[in-house]
Structures are given as structure tokens and as C-alpha cells.
């Protein structure tokens, strides 16, 4: 059964750093697709980042660019996001997602069947 443990969330005040996991177990990790979502209340749910499951090519929104660093360990079978210099408007639940062999459009959450069950992040002006 596959399944996707996230964690890291938190309360934190702006300029402040979190780091989220996302823990996987029931699958081969190697060749998925890894992405980090974010639902604020009243907005849809948005691809921040992402790993090719391809090429492992890396993918951020505009928004979080050199702020926020996705990364992911193979032999852990979990995957990070680093955020620093969090903004308010950062603030949201914030979901990992994994799909096998996904490539291109690795940010695209309706391309996803795997999900972890969310973790809210807030940040303090």
C-alpha cells in the first residue's frame, strides 16, 4: 500500500525558515515524480515545486524562486522542501504528492494519484 507521511509545518514569524518532509513507504521511490502543493483558504490548490520523474529536473513557481529548495533522498524515500525567507502569504496547507515516471507537468496537481495527508504552514508578519 502506498502511502505518504508529510511533516514540518508549523507556526513561524516572516523571514523564518521550515523544512517539510515527506516520507514514502509501499513503492519503488527511484523514478516518481516528487511535488510540493499549497492550498491557502478560498484559493486552489497551487504546484510550488517539483522533481522530474524523468530527469529529475527541478520546477518552482515564480513566487517561491530562490527562496524555497526541493530535494529528495533516495535510500530515506523521503522528500524535502526547504523554505526560507517565508512570506505571509506563504502561509498555507502544504501537501506532498508522488506519481510514477511523471516528467513534464510534474507541477500539475491532477497529475498526481499519490498524496500525503497535508501540513499546515503559517507565517507571522
Known amino acids: 500500500e502506498v502511502q505518504l507521511q508529510a511533516s514540518g509545518g508549523g507556526l513561524v514569524q516572516a523571514g523564518g525558515s521550515l523544512r517539510l518532509s515527506c516520507a514514502a513507504s509501499?513503492?519503488?521511490?527511484?523514478?516518481?515524480?516528487k511535488g510540493w502543493f499549497r492550498q491557502a483558504p478560498g484559493r486552489e490548490r497551487e504546484g510550488v515545486s517539483c522533481?522530474?520523474?524523468?530527469?529529475?529536473?527541478?520546477y518552482y513557481v515564480d513566487s517561491v524562486k530562490g527562496r524555497f529548495t526541493i530535494s529528495s533522498d533516495n535510500a530515506k524515500n523521503t522528500a524535502y522542501l526547504q523554505m526560507n525567507s517565508l512570506k505571509p502569504e506563504d502561509t498555507a496547507v502544504y501537501y506532498c504528492?508522488?506519481?510514477?515516471?511523471?516528467?513534464?507537468?510534474?507541477?500539475?496537481?491532477?497529475?498526481?494519484?499519490?498524496w500525503g495527508q497535508g501540513t499546515q504552514v503559517t507565517v507571522s508578519s
Open positions: 504528492a508522488f506519481e510514477h515516471q511523471l516528467g513534464s507537468g510534474c507541477s500539475e496537481p491532477e497529475l498526481y494519484h499519490y
Open positions: 509501499g513503492f519503488t521511490f527511484d523514478d516518481y515524480a
Open positions: 522533481i522530474s520523474g524523468s530527469d529529475s529536473s527541478t
